[in-house]
């Protein structure tokens, strides 16, 4: 029944109104630049204050930030990098055109996390990376993760792209492991107007290779040119602001051309609206989930997610598990569809896709993520855009498809 749910799967995760409307006309009538201007400095100022990094970088995406921090790994042959299954394509994606190999690591059963226990049975000499995702806004256990890489100087990257909002042990992810990748799509806890991304960390040099690399030019090796070569210094070009230091320079080795990832002033300045909004339409995700939380638990073989204390859910998604008899789940999603609730399934684990398939894996790889998705995962809208009367609704229906497809169960058994 797609296109007429009553309470349709996020179109838009966050909610825009006045402030940036306001930001849009002030950068608008300002006259000042439409691109690498004063909101773009601010929108990133704010972000590394509220993260907590030395850095925080603007991209156009979430996709191009993961990138960009698979590039920073500067991976060769016979490099490892482990990766969670349970995540959106964009995580992985850019290992796909590198040498180094992927050992996907199962997950834990309530978080969907990556499982540390997984990932130790998977480190060796030649891991160089670990790539988790914060699913669905619930911090991975990063002390034991990091217990596990500090000593061998395994690189973490955290894809953050629902984490924004949350917390773990009082600190914000993006500054747990040692880079932070953030989306802004329209669907995330803040938007910037649909599309960017943000990467967060605190190394100086990696700041400017990134600062480089969004900004048209190559990651390479400069050296200044000889004396005897091409000189285009600022003495012959003196009217090209551009000329120096480039054309004073040869560059060797390119480590990789750059590109034009430059968040607009527009972007930004929405960004800089929504960052004051975090708070807020994190607390409304919040509170549907614990409405949501409540019918679930009132029900048999149901199970929701309860994250540890010290963990504050950022509920990017919110998340729940029908763990019964073959077909339950399936029950429920039919009921909740019928309701016009529309329901999804994030994400097929990645080792089941057909790029990874074709580079040698496969099902058995990762059991608990297989079981979670092909038997008892779901995923209900919870975006603070739900009005209360469809809340309202969503709470109805969930109640009624749980109670029916478990009357269905005792149905059958006395057939
Ligand atoms: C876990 C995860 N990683 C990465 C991305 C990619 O972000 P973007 O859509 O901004 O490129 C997404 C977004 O959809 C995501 O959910």
């Not at 994606?93 to 990556?114: E, H, K, W, Y």
């Not at 160089?128 to 993760?145: F, K, N, P, Q, T």
């Not at 048209?216 to 070009?237: K, Q």
Request: aromatic share 6%; hydrophobic share 40%.
């Amino acid at each position: 029944m797609r296109g007429t749910y009553a309470v349709p799967y996020a179109s838009r995760g966050s909610i825009l109104g006045g402030a940036e409307t306001r930001a849009l006309e002030q950068l608008i009538a300002s006259g000042g630049p439409l691109s690498t201007g004063s909101f773009r400095d601010r929108f990133e100022q704010r972000f590394r204050e509220h993260i907590g990094t030395r850095h925080a970088l603007s991209v156009t995406s979430g996709t191009v930030a993961l990138e960009l921090a698979i590039h920073l790994l500067d991976l060769r042959e016979g490099d490892e990098v482990v990766v969670t299954p349970q995540t959106f394509q964009a995580t992985a994606q850019p290992l796909l055109g590198l040498p180094a190999t992927v050992r996907f690591c199962d997950i834990d059963p309530d978080s969907l996390n990556m499982d540390p226990v997984s990932l130790k049975s998977l480190i060796n000499d030649r891991t160089r990376a670990v790539l988790l995702v914060h699913y669905g806004g619930w911090s991975a256990e990063m002390d034991e993760i990091l217990a596990l890489t500090r000593e061998r100087g395994i690189v973490v990257v955290e894809d953050c792209a629902h984490a924004l909002g949350g917390r773990y042990g009082g600190r914000r992810p993006g500054a747990l492991g040692d880079i932070g990748c953030f989306s802004f799509h329209a669907s995330k806890n803040i938007t910037t107007l649909g599309e960017g991304g943000m990467i967060t960390f605190d190394r100086d040099d990696w700041a400017e290779r990134v600062d480089r690399l969004r900004s048209n030019e190559v990651d390479g090796d400069f050296l200044p040119a000889s004396p005897d070569g091409l000189r285009l210094g600022r003495e012959l070009l003196p009217w090209m602001k551009y000329a120096s230091p480039a054309y004073e320079k040869v560059c060797s080795d390119i480590r990789r051309p750059g590109t034009n990832a430059t968040l607009s002033e527009a972007a930004a300045a929405v960004g800089l609206a929504q960052l004051d909004r975090l708070d807020v339409l994190v607390a409304r995700r919040r509170w549907i989930a614990g409405r949501l939380n409540e019918v679930i638990e009132r029900h048999p073989y149901t199970r929701t997610q309860r994250p540890r204390p010290g963990v504050e859910h950022a509920q990017h998604l919110h998340t729940f598990f029908v763990d019964g008899p073959p077909g339950l789940r399936e029950s429920v999603i039919r009921g909740l569809d019928e309701r016009g609730v529309e329901v999804q399934l994030r994400y097929l684990p990645l080792h089941l896709l057909p790029e990874w398939r074709e580079r040698g894996h496969g099902l058995g790889q990762c059991p608990v993520a297989e079981d979670l998705w092909f038997g008892q995962h779901i995923n209900l809208p919870c975006q603070p855009g739900l009005s209360d009367a469809q809340v309202d609704h969503l709470v109805t229906a969930l109640d009624a498809a749980l109670r029916t497809a478990v009357k269905g169960l005792s149905c059958l058994s006395s057939m």
